[in-house]
């Protein structure tokens, strides 16, 4: 029963470069932002969401944006797999997990003033 969890990174010159790319191009969206601070509010975020854009762009061209876009792809796949309970099924749990908190949180407090009536009262004779 062996698995192979072996991972394979591949990531070539052209994909590393894509990524340090798109990492300055988000710097520097920012650095625009608080570069242009005499500027108009509409300039700059304009530099601010152009160059982040541009970022983002270039991630998802590279690699590691495949590959990140196949794993949405994947998890909104399998989400449509799954089945949901019905209303009733969904309400007759909630009022389950209801009864039970209550139940649990009834005998807690039975057991908290029970020790403290054990301890203060009858050891320690404090009242």
Same mark, same amino acid.
């Given at each position: ?12 010159? =052209? *994909? /590393?470069? /894509?990524? =340090?790319? !798109?990492?300055?191009?988000? +710097? ?6 608080? &570069?242009?601070?005499?500027? *108009? ?7 601010? &969401?152009?160059?982040? !854009? =541009? ?6 061209? #590279?690699? #590691?944006?495949?590959? &990140?876009? !196949? ?5 909104? /796949?399998?989400?449509?797999? +799954? ?6 099924? =969904? ?7 209801? !009864?039970? +908190? ?15 009536? +054990? ?9």
């Amino acid at each position: 029963m062996s698995t192979n969890t072996s991972v394979e990174t591949v990531s070539t010159p =052209a *994909d /590393k470069a /894509k990524l =340090a790319v !798109a990492a300055l191009l988000v +710097v520097g969206g920012v650095a625009a932002f608080y &570069l242009l601070a005499s500027s *108009d509010l509409w300039l700059r975020l304009l530099a601010l &969401l152009g160059l982040l !854009a =541009a970022g983002v762009v270039v991630f998802f061209t #590279s690699e #590691s944006g495949k590959q &990140l876009i !196949a794993f949405g792809r994947d998890a909104v /796949k399998e989400t449509r797999k +799954v089945v949901w309970p019905t209303r009733k099924e =969904a309400t007759q749990m909630t009022g389950y997990v209801f !009864a039970f +908190v209550f139940v649990m949180a009834l005998f807690l407090w039975l057991t908290d003033k029970t020790l403290e009536w +054990v301890l203060y009262g009858l050891v320690l004779g404090w009242r």
